[in-house]
């Protein structure tokens, strides 16, 4: 279990990075203009608009709304957004806090009364009942698992047959290697990036990214795609930088799916980037 401690701390630090966001750059996301994490957004943007091309159009064309998990929803952006293309959508998070967890999406419901809904729950055990939603998104989460193929099964369950998995800005990396070297670093330089917070927001061990390997033998039965998003031109010259520089192979966020099969299939890889 992730301790409480952990929750609090997790919550101070990223109100103090200025993530509380409210008013105007709240409803504004996934496009927000200005702010220290601007450029990540312009990112998230992008994949939110293939998740929405690629995986929501398309089944879209059914005669009723989608019944849609936002998993790890945060604030609950996604799932407004999806609301208001007249879906139905679903927030969990495992923090209900008012910085950017459960708890700040109050404004959205405030202003909307039900637009969403909203379940305090974690991601290996999700409170709902099996078959309930066509899609389960992963909303720049599935790194946050302790435990990826307990969590992948999980989403699954929840699916409805011929339903969709979607994994949305989680770090992608072809080699672990280059994933283990992030790690390295990001522990490092701990002090510097939580101060004394360190020791805590450290402590989980979570997945922290993914490889199309490490996917795939999380979640036999399914075929991964890997849906290439046009990212803003900083973002796709950061491998050549990296390589001028000496540095390891940074990550790709991207759009991945797996549509859930109707019977029992034998498992298969993963698509590598």
Not at 62 to 68: D, G, T, V
Not at 188 to 196: D, H, I, K, P, S
Not at 257 to 273: F, I, K
Request: overall charge positive.
């Amino acid at each position: 279990m992730i301790s409480s401690d952990f929750f609090a701390e997790y919550a101070r630090h990223r109100s103090a990075e200025g993530r509380g966001y409210r008013g105007h750059e709240l409803l504004s996301l996934p496009y927000l203009k200005n702010g220290p994490f601007a450029r990540q957004w312009q990112v998230r943007a992008r994949t939110y608009e293939a998740f929405v091309a690629e995986v929501i159009m398309p089944m879209g064309l059914a005669s009723r709304p989608l019944e849609i998990l936002d998993l790890g929803a945060g604030n609950g952006w996604l799932s407004y957004r999806l609301a208001r293309l007249g879906h139905r959508a679903s927030a969990l998070d495992i923090r209900d806090d008012e910085v950017d967890g459960l708890g700040a999406a109050n404004e959205f419901l405030g202003r909307e009364p039900g637009v969403f809904s909203c379940i305090v729950g974690q991601f290996e055990d999700i409170p709902v009942t099996d078959g309930s939603f066509d899609i389960a998104v992963f909303n720049a989460s599935l790194h946050y698992a302790r435990d990826l193929a307990q969590v992948l099964a999980e989403a699954r369950r929840v699916v409805r047959p011929g339903g969709v998995l979607a994994i949305m800005d989680s770090p992608f990396y072809l080699r672990e290697a280059d994933g283990d070297a992030m790690v390295a670093e990001k522990r490092a330089r701990g002090e510097t990036l939580f101060g004394t917070r360190s020791a805590i927001l450290l402590e989980p061990k979570f997945a922290e990214y993914l490889t199309p390997r490490r996917l795939s033998e999380a979640s036999p039965g399914l075929t991964w795609q890997r849906h290439r998003v046009r990212y803003p031109l900083w973002y796709e010259f950061r491998p050549l930088f990296a390589w001028f520089r000496g540095k390891r192979h940074p990550s790709r966020f991207d759009l991945w799916t797996a549509q859930m099969p109707s019977g029992r299939q034998p498992a298969r890889h993963a698509q590598a980037p």
